[in-house]
């Protein structure tokens, strides 16, 4: 049976930059060995040879022309921020560096 | 003990390169949404739904960043594929709304190809063949602004504030597969291939490519193995790389960073590492605990890429010739001197100079004018040269009346100024302004004359055969002239006048 | 009048036999008579409906020529982006929220002068089977309050089902318009992949959610389909072609000739005993108007289920990342000197309700390193084969039918700590996402074991979604006939009704 430990799921929480509480992070755990085997059924199947579908309409090269078009006005662009300054908007302190 | 030299770091270790350079296209609209990606607006002025990342936003992709990324492929000799998709690299970070950034992964519309350049060494010329892993296209993030810190910069800020105008800007990322075999010339092998890459993207005019306003940003990795061995050192990646002196200086500053720490027996960290101008050197960013994990799969909002051949080939018709082949071409043709190519490539002329010269101009005159004079007026007004009011066109026609004796350069400067200042073209400032050279002999015997009379002693002077005294004479006799003589010939009467 | 069909409110509207302003009214009485028991709704917009209300009369009256359902009230999925209104997707993170922008749905609703009156209530972020994962509380089904009115479109059904709304609109990613419709004994239909826009749209599974309409006959939710659907430039997952003439099927309703395939994956074993029962009669009666009944062998539907949740939590997993505290939506854990890291990790805890953490999760380790080939890989693989199944399938039948949903609407709170039970639940309606294709629940009757109403399902090739409203329509009338009165019509009446 495959299954996740508590440990597996904090550290895919903290990808995933949830934050749980250790009860959460237990429940979890022991529900996702259900889940798992269920969808580990996809690898019952024989799938060399079968081609991945990524979108059910075989769409090819849809872009649009580079032509600028109005923007939101910045109030409008701002009106949900939790904080803002300057017309910019404010977020608590970064920790971590740029990519 | 102190840093090794680079001679000592290059007689023991043989550097191996790998260059990322990421080119901010010059599109009217972003990458995914039709916000304008014009420079300088007030904050948050150029956003929308999409590059903001409000719930329910998707993301259309711009054609004419596709046709720019396969002209820049097509430039570098790469293979354009003829199935490419767009991927999501998931990571979270306050300046990329979506916390993915669409990019390319394992499908992208470039690869394999080649750049050539050539460095200057002691023993001669050197050709280096620098290889192109891929040609990918992404999107950029927008600008955070850290505010209570000493510096300004994220560590020790209290906040920071995020304008998001720069999110979406259509970005290209061109990455070279591992660049062995350029031993003690590392360094400049690496600015040569920066500097050959710009002026190939501005060839094609997809982008202005100025490193300092950061749309050529440059990535250098760098490690160090030992001479003759096959085993690859850990390597470093610096960023904040902002020009092409930069380049050079951040490789050769890693190569003995690295060398130091490997002759001292210690390992060489793994790491994203900054530049600094002020030093030359590198400090260390921030380590990640885990390396991140970014998920990539298909971005489904998305559709895959699949550029006809026959309008790749179409393209492949429009690239212009290879900016090294061209300046190779002009330097035999006009005869050019090093020094003066060198002078006219970083004074950004070259286009100009040549548009001038295919108008009729001889190519030293149409050089002298647009490094010369012009350039002067340029710094003194502290605009670009190509943003004075004056054209190829207008410094040909100059260049043509100079050849007639219509005018002469004294004079021709005149009229220089005349059409800058948006006068017209230079007959027309010539007509207005009654620029004329004065040839009539009579008229310059006159002035002769009087002058040589009214400085009586001066000209028995000349007489006596102190020739330099006639230089005042001539200079009067200009005056007299409004300028408008040429000062040669009123030399030449001038003494025949005086018996010399 | 709110007993009416939307096509004959219509035909009142147009011949000035009342005006919006009085329909909708009605409708905004009919809601608060019986929404506090209901909860169909999670925010009524009074004053901006009867705004519409009254341009659309204005309109009217100038002459101006107005699409069939104009002036026409509608409850919309809070899952849709409507300018200036709370938009929640049915989660805390983005209560309060107002977008600065309309979906390109609500934009064709208001250019055709629909009504909307108000959002409704939904599994948290479209998640669920049940709408008992809504972070505001469930929806609860007008047959039998003290039973769920399926999900995620909960809400949005039992509006219509409750004569709150005679149409509203859902989003279908894994059955969220069919189940619920079949729960609720209304007509729900999941259009093509690609149909209709998903610009506005707040993402679950990107390559599985389409937006549909509900309502209490084929030809009200035919009219409907036909305002909602079309090409968008926004979205780029958007089909460029007409769309198909589904008023005009739902109108002729004629099955002679039509072959009609029956899925053998999709019934007996796992399906409660009276939904099987119902299915069989709908087959007999469409035999019986001259429909050739074959059955179709689809194997790789097996594994339908298990690439569904793979998929859909991997994409959802990426999709839901933007919840971040920094733009907009729910903020908290800023306390003293609290980073934004920490923010965002505190934020999406008390924001998102268990369902959704579990998917996201889910989908993160699907995606993770290694595993990406394993899960999420060849999940796509089945898509393949599933794709395959189907166009073998079409090439036997012109549409394809089962029941909708294994079971009748369960008891609240029933299999909300079981999530494997509530996914088995969409085991019918699953492989239609999966292959982009479209469906469409219609009443069949009601259980014999517990009078709770029944759905069947027909479905149909892309872009052929006309061929939905034909079969269900010709059902429909003969149902219709059978019964001598609308389902709906033994339904409970709800307490202070009138």
Known sequence: MSSLSRDDVAKLAGLARIEMTESELVELSSQFGMILDAVARVQEMDLSGVKATSHPQPLENIARPDVVLPSLSPEDALSGAPAQEESRFRVPQILGEAE | MALPTYDEVIAKWDPVLGLEVHVELNTHSKMFCSCATEFGGAPNTQTCPVCLALPGALPVVNEKAIESTILIGLALNCKIAPYSRFARK????????????????????????????????????????????????????????????????????????????????????????????????????????????????RGLKVSDVKMEQGSLRCDANVSLKPIGSDVLGTRSETKNVNSLRSVERAIRGEMIRHAELLNEGKKVKQETRHFQEDTGLTRSGRSKEQAEDYRYFPDPDLVPVTPAAAWIEELRATLPERPSLRR????????????????????????????????????????????????????????????????????????????????????????????????????????????????????????????????????????????????????????????????????????????? | MIHQTAAQMADALAKGETTSVELTQAHLDRVAAVDGQVKAFLHVDSEGALAQAKDVDARRAKGEKLSPIAGVPLALKDVLAQKGVPTTAGSKILQGWRPPYDSTVVSKLKDAGVVIMGKTNMDEFAMGSSTENSGYGPTFNPW????TPGGS????????????????????????????????????????????????????????????????????????????AGHDAKDATSINAPVPAVVNAAKSGDVKGMKIGVIKQLQGEGYQKGVQSRFDESLQVLAGLGAEIVEVDCPSFEYALAAYYLIAPSECSSNLARFDAMRYGLRTGDTDGASAEVVMSATRDAG????????????????????????????????????QDYAKAFAQADVLVSPTAPTTAYKIGEKVDDPMAMYLGDVATIPVNLAGICGMSLPAGLADEDNLPVGFQIMAPAMQDQRLYQAGAALEAALLSKWGAPILSRAPELKGAK
């Open chain 3, 352 to 387: 998102f309700g268990r369902e959704v953490k579990r998917r996201i999760i889910l989908g993160t380790y699907a995606l993770s390193s290694g595993y990406y080939d394993a899960y999420y890989g060849s999940a796509q693989k089945i898509r393949t084969l599933i794709i």
């Open chain 2, 90 to 201: 998931n990571y979270f970070y306050p300046d990329m709304p979506k916390n993915f950034q669409i990019s390319q992964y394992d499908e992208p519309i470039c690869f394999d190809g080649y750049v050539d350049v050539e460095i200057d060494t002691e023993e001669g010329p050197k050709q280096f063949r620098i290889e192109i892993e891929r040609v990918h296209m992404e999107e950029d993030t927008g600008k955070s602004l850290h505010v209570g810190g000493a510096t300004g910069r994220i560590h020790g800020a209290d906040y920071s504030l995020l304008d998001y105008n720069r999110a979406g800007i259509p970005l290209v990322e061109i990455v070279t597969k591992i660049v062995p075999g350029t031993g003690k010339y590392a360094p400049e092998v690496a600015k040569a291939y920066v500097a050959e890459l710009r002026d190939i993207l």
């Open chain 3, 144 to 147: 039998d309050l003290s039973r």
């Open chain 2, 328 to 500: 190779k071409r002009i330097k035999e043709e006009w005869n050019v001197p090093d020094k003066e190519m060198e002078a006219m490539i970083n004074a950004d002329v070259l286009d100009i100079v040549e548009a001038t010269v295919l108008l009729g101009a001889d190519p030293t005159k149409a050089r002298t004018w647009w490094l010369g004079e012009i350039s002067r007026i340029a710094n003194d007004q502290n605009v670009a040269i190509a943003d004075l009011a004056i054209t190829p066109a207008d410094v040909a026609e100059l260049v043509a009346l100079v050849a007639s004796g219509d005018l002469t350069d004294k004079l021709a400067r005149q009229v220089v100024e005349g059409v800058i200042a948006g006068e017209g073209k230079p007959s027309e400032v010539v007509a207005k302004r009654g620029i004329k050279v004065v040839n009539d002999d009579g008229a310059l015997m006159a002035a002769i004359e009087k002058v040589c009379t009214e400085q009586a002693d001066t000209a028995e002077k000349v007489r006596g055969g102190h020739l330099p005294a006639a230089g005042a004479l001539i200079g009067a006799v200009m005056k007299e002239t409004k300028g408008q003589a040429d000062a040669a010939k009123v030399r030449e009467l001038l003494l025949k006048f005086l018996g010399q």
């Open chain 3, 153 to 228: 479109s909960g809400g949005s059904a039992a509006a219509v089902s409750a004569f709150e709304a005679p149409l509203a609109v859902g989003s279908d990613t894994g059955g969220s318009i069919r189940q619920p419709a079949a729960l609720t004994g209304i007509v729900g239909v999941r259009p093509t992949y690609g149909a209709v826009s998903r610009f506005g749209l707040i993402a679950y599974s990107s390559s599985l959610d389409q937006a549909g309409p509900f309502g209490r006959t084929v030809l009200d939710t035919a009219l409907l389909h036909e305002v909602m």
